[in-house]
């Protein structure tokens, strides 16, 4: 078994739910409480989710496929971002932080996949 704390990937995108929490969520409006903020939320834990769950998986190829889905999570996280942005709920200069630290995450689980996929036969 894998111990998901030891990934950066995991420790960065778990710090990234945290901001979305504490900086992103508490600037939407009430009719958002359970439409777009929920959705952003669900997307954020979810990426650390799935590498934790992957972790927990016997296989290479297995933990691969839970980095997909968490692959899956970091695009639905960026649109997220964009559209908040677009609908005025956070500014350029925090989109911009964000979007850059949810491509990091992004690079990092591509990368990830693609060691694991060339050491699995």
Not at 1 to 10: A, G, L, P
Not at 14 to 25: G, P, W
Request: charged share 25%; with cysteine.
């Amino acid at each position: 078994m894998r111990n998901y704390k030891k990934f950066s990937v995991w420790l960065i995108s778990h710090e990234l739910v945290q901001k979305i929490y504490k900086e992103i969520v508490p600037g939407f409006p009430e009719s958002e409480k359970y439409g777009l903020s929920s959705q952003i939320r669900r997307a954020a834990y979810s990426i650390p989710l799935n590498i934790a769950e992957g972790c927990g998986r016997t296989s290479e190829k297995e933990f691969a496929h839970f980095l997909e889905i968490t692959l899956g999570s970091v695009h639905e996280l960026e649109y997220c971002i964009l559209l908040i942005r677009d609908l005025a709920f956070i500014e350029e200069e925090q989109y911009l932080i964000f979007y850059e630290k949810i491509n990091m995450i992004k690079a990092m689980i591509i990368n990830l996949i693609k060691k694991i996929r060339s050491e699995t036969p």
